[in-house]
């Protein structure tokens, strides 16, 4: 292992899609010595065991900040695809087919209703498909649903090949990737951030990016105080089918879970939302419920291998909303996490709100409400 280098102009905590995307960013900005340094290897909590989808439409119901954020990032990925495609060779597999949500009960089909109208009114492309129009398009589907929305620009991409196209990208810009890692504390003097303690010794820098997932609220420093974005971890489990055929063209939701096909032929199916703490584990009633809703979906599942499954911890704050931005109380830290369901999808628009932050010293006053200043400070150390 090369040794550690004493000085960074930024280090960036944590090497998930978010960790990856904001080093990228500031080294595209001229940042000289950015420094991303990540305890286990790249990629190698919740942004390996995500599903990839890139879905605001399909998962919200009202139109507000959040909504709009996730859209705007989404509509980022054709170009944010074809930079990492054109900077490193590699294909993330941005599947354009589109998202479809069904409804098999009187519920659902209400619901599914009330989004059709608000998006309908807002705007947004969406279309609604009857039973045998949705089951036309997609024949595996389950002959009891009753109505389908299709969502034409809610896509997906292969979230570990996304890690690895960021990975290289940074590399090629010249980012210092420090993985095997941990910072242990921060170091702050006089309300201004001058380091990180790390278990291979000591960075002075001016600027520290805190993309440390579920474990984000775990960082200390020392006797001082740190925002508390009050971020917990909640599991989610997945399951990995093989069919010979492609079962399904799209990603399609039903209120209960999802599946998604991938380019190479595997069939993911997801997920549950679970406080198990930091317990990675895939559990039988995990396994069960994944199982009833994705049968749900489509009972030709139920012939198919189930070749793997894995579980990941999304971060999620006390109020489910990102925490972006710099810290008031503290200079030179910024917060760039509790990203929850959606870290895949916002990876793009977090790298550049990040990105200015730090080199602009910018951040659009709208989006104040993702700032880490809203849960009040506490003294962790
Ligand atoms: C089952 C499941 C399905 C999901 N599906 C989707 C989806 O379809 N679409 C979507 O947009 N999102 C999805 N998500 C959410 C998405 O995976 C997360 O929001 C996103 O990966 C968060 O990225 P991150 O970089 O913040 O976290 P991570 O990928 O967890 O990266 C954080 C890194 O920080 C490191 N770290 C922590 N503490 C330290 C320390 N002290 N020192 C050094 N390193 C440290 C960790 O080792 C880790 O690698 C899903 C999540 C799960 C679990």
Redesign the pocket.
């Known amino acids: 292992m090369n040794q550690l280098s004493k000085t960074a102009d930024v280090a960036i905590?944590?090497?998930?899609?978010?960790?990856l995307a904001v080093a990228r960013a500031l080294a595209l900005r001229g940042v000289r010595e950015v420094l991303l340094?990540?305890?286990?290897s790249l990629?190698?909590?919740?942004?390996s065991?995500?599903?990839?989808?890139?879905a605001p439409q399909a998962e919200a119901n009202r139109a507000h900040e959040f909504f709009y954020l996730t859209c705007k990032s989404r509509d980022m990925y054709p170009a944010f695809a074809a930079a990492l495609l054109e900077e490193t060779g590699i294909d993330i597999e941005l599947d354009t087919t589109g998202t479809l949500y069904l409804a098999f009960t009187e519920h659902d089909a209400e619901e599914l209703q009330k989004r059709y109208e608000w998006q309908t009114e807002a705007g947004l492309p969406i279309d609604k498909l009857s039973a045998t129009a949705v089951r036309q398009l997609e024949p595996a589907i389950n002959e009891d649903v009753r109505l389908a929305l299709k969502f034409p620009l809610d896509t997906q991409v292969e979230n570990r090949r996304l890690i690895t196209a960021l990975s290289a990208a940074n590399e090629l810009l010249g980012v210092r990737l420090e993985t095997g890692?941990?910072?242990?504390r921060l170091e702050i003097q006089r309300n201004r951030v001058t380091g990180i303690e790390t278990s291979r010794g000591f960075v002075a820098t001016d600027s520290v990016v805190i993309?440390?997932?579920?474990?984000s609220a775990l960082?200390v420093a020392g006797d001082k105080a740190l925002p508390d974005p009050r971020i917990k971890p909640v599991r989610?489990?997945?399951l990995c089918f093989q069919p010979n055929l492609p079962l399904t063209r799209h990603v399609i939701y039903s209120p209960r879970g999802y599946i998604v096909p991938r380019r190479d032929g595997r069939l993911l199916a997801?997920?549950t939302t679970e406080s198990a703490g930091f317990e990675k584990q895939v559990t039988a009633q995990g396994v069960h419920s994944i199982l009833t809703s994705a049968l749900e979906i489509s009972p030709r599942i139920a012939s198919l291998p189930l070749t793997d499954s894995w579980?990941?911890?999304?971060?999620r704050a006390a109020d489910t909303l990102p925490v972006l931005g710099r810290c008031a109380e503290i200079a030179g830290v910024y917060y760039a996490?509790g990203?929850?369901?959606?870290?895949?999808?916002?990876a793009p628009i977090t790298g550049e709100l990040i990105a200015a932050a730090v080199v602009d010293k910018e951040f659009p006053s709208d989006l104040s409400i993702f700032s880490p200043d809203r849960f009040g400070m506490v003294a962790v150390g």
């Open positions: 905590i944590g090497g998930g899609v978010i960790g340094i990540e305890r286990d990629g190698a909590e919740s942004s065991a995500a599903a990839g989808m890139l890692t941990a910072v242990t993309a440390a997932c579920a474990w960082l989610g489990q997945m997801g997920s579980s990941g911890l999304r971060p996490t990203h929850y369901r959606n870290g895949i999808l916002l």
